[in-house]
């Protein structure tokens, strides 16, 4: 593989890339999450635990868009205005730009053709073209996006960078990524190649993750791409080795303020060990190291392959655990083998190299999960069948949960447990204390249905958390549980939302909650 250095990267290696946290809460939503660290802890001051019991649907919030909608939507307001904007891409390659009090259109921008599934060797998206969720450069009010465009040759994979303040295309955007790396003596095949995983900003590069498509087919690898916001035309890359290994949970790349984080899937067809089930740690300039304090991979990775239990299905999350000195500096992975990996973040430890392993999931961990300080060590909140679930629900699962843990398709999972009447405690709360070894218990698991990816607001960034959830492809419903003891707080106010896809999120602002779902978009105020 050859990969081009010519890159004048302005990121620096010590420090954070990012303003505090805080310090533009309430006035934007940039990235995935909220902050590039994807701890998704929003600050809404005014949103108590009280008030977040009386949280209603804004019946006069009217937001419609054409097409699926998979990506997070983000949120800016320009400086001196009274009403903040919805940025929303969905399926249909349409970027739209929503007032965010009244849902009317500003503007919306058409990216080209979206590429039929008939197209594709597999997948479950149809029509696919944008769905990782896109990101806002604050200095220049725009956003980048990859989308996939049906054109003359083919599918192609092509990022925009589009102007907020009247949806024009920037200079020198898009970027045709195949044509890029062919440029730079690689070669990335588009069609194969899927883009879910969330994008991000740092120190004015842009980073772009890929895996492949649903069903594993083709020749696809884990990629990250950095784009110099400067000069698209300076393009840098990372890929596994082996075929397969896709960066594609909808967290897509954390850091930490010096490094990139991701985690990889499954590789195909290789026997020893080449980049799959793993968590990296890359350099801003990408460029591959292959040392053992960079890479974390389990001792059981080749059965992991062999299952499909990915590593990746959700992104690496940095966390700050306190000590009496100051700041542990771990790293959570959580996988589809139910399993939480803390690591070292300044030595990840190879193959089998984690701190602690502990199964705490009985089902498959796919969405992305997100954090919160306390006194006492970091909550971490994940949506999954807890393994360890305080009082009731452990008694209850017994063994039917062992034998649950075996059906590989959800719905029929989700049927049994109905007719079993066993509980649906599908979101997962964990604290996580410092030492050596640090450790991981189960705090409280609380009762829904369906496959979101949970966010927590807070009143100044660790009083009053809120976890709030979408029971997407369940119940459909908005459920808000108090972040300490679990206690329900909302329960979709008998609003149960259609056309909401799994691992979808939410984002909160100033004076609402919103949710993306196909063909509109759900406000809700407080």
Not at 183 to 210: K, M, S, W
Not at 334 to 359: C, F, T
């Amino acid at each position: 593989m050859k990969t081009a250095f010519a890159f004048l990267f302005v990121i620096p290696i010590a420090g954070t890339f990012w303003p505090s946290r805080g310090a533009c809460e309430g006035h934007f939503v940039l990235t995935y999450h909220t902050h590039p660290d994807r701890s998704g802890n929003f600050i809404v001051p005014a949103l108590t635990w009280e008030r977040s019991r009386a949280l209603r649907l804004d019946v006069a919030f009217h937001a419609q868009v054409s097409g699926h909608v998979y990506a997070q939507p983000l949120y800016w307001r320009e400086a001196g205005s009274n009403s903040g904007m919805l940025l929303v891409a969905t399926e249909d390659n349409i970027v739209y730009a929503l007032d965010a009090g009244t849902g009317k259109e500003i503007w919306s921008r058409s990216l080209g053709k979206s590429v039929p599934l008939s197209l594709l060797r597999c997948g479950n998206i149809d029509p696919i073209g944008i769905t990782g969720t896109p990101v806002i450069d604050k200095s220049t009010a725009s956003i980048f996006l990859d989308a996939m465009v049906d054109g003359s040759s083919g599918p192609r994979h092509q990022v925009f960078g589009i102007s907020l303040r009247d949806g024009s295309f920037l200079p020198n955007w898009p970027v045709d990524v195949a044509n890029a790396l062919q440029a730079n003596g690689q070669t990335f095949n588009p069609r194969d190649q899927g883009q879910r995983g969330a994008l991000t900003i740092i120190g004015g590069v842009l980073y772009v993750p890929f895996g492949g498509h649903f069903g594993d087919c083709g020749d696809y690898h884990g990629w990250v791409i950095g784009i110099s916001l400067h000069d698209p035309q300076v393009v840098v890359s990372w890929v596994t080795r082996a075929r397969g290994g896709g960066i594609w949970a909808p967290g897509g790349i954390s850091t930490d303020g010096k490094s990139l984080f991701v985690a990889t899937g499954n590789t195909v067809d290789t026997a020893a060990w080449a980049d799959g089930e793993a968590v990296f740690r890359l350099l801003p300039d990408l460029r591959r190291l292959d040392l053992t304090q960079d890479h974390f991979a389990p001792l059981d990775w080749y059965e992991l392959d062999r299952r499909d239990a990915d590593l990746g299905g959700t992104n690496p999350l940095p966390l700050d655990v306190p000590t009496e000195s100051g700041t542990q500096a771990l790293v959570l992975a959580l996988g589809k083998d139910g399993r939480a990996y803390l690591l070292d973040r300044n030595d990840l430890g190879g193959i089998g190299g984690s701190l602690v392993a502990e199964p705490v999931s009985n089902r498959a961990i796919r969405t992305a999960p997100v954090t919160y300080p306390t006194d006492d060590g970091v909550f971490v909140a994940f949506q999954g069948e807890g393994a360890r679930c305080p009082k009731s629900h452990n008694a209850q699962m017994g063994h039917i949960g062992l034998w649950l843990k075996q059906i590989n398709d959800l719905r029929i999972f989700r049927a049994i447990r109905r007719w079993l009447k066993v509980d649906d405690n599908e979101l997962t709360v964990l604290r996580v204390r410092s030492g050596s070894p640090p450790t991981i218990e189960t705090a409280w698991c609380g009762a829904l249905r369906g496959a979101g990816s949970p966010i927590v607001t807070t009143t100044d960034g660790r009083s009053d958390p809120v976890i709030w959830i979408v029971g997407a492809e369940g119940d459909n419903l908005l459920h808000g549980f108090r972040g300490d003891t679990g206690e329900t707080l909302y329960t979709g106010d008998g609003v149960a939302m259609a056309g909401l896809h799994h691992f979808q999120t939410l984002i909160a602002t100033d004076d609402r909650l919103y949710v993306s779902a196909d063909g509109r978009i759900f406000a809700f105020a407080f």
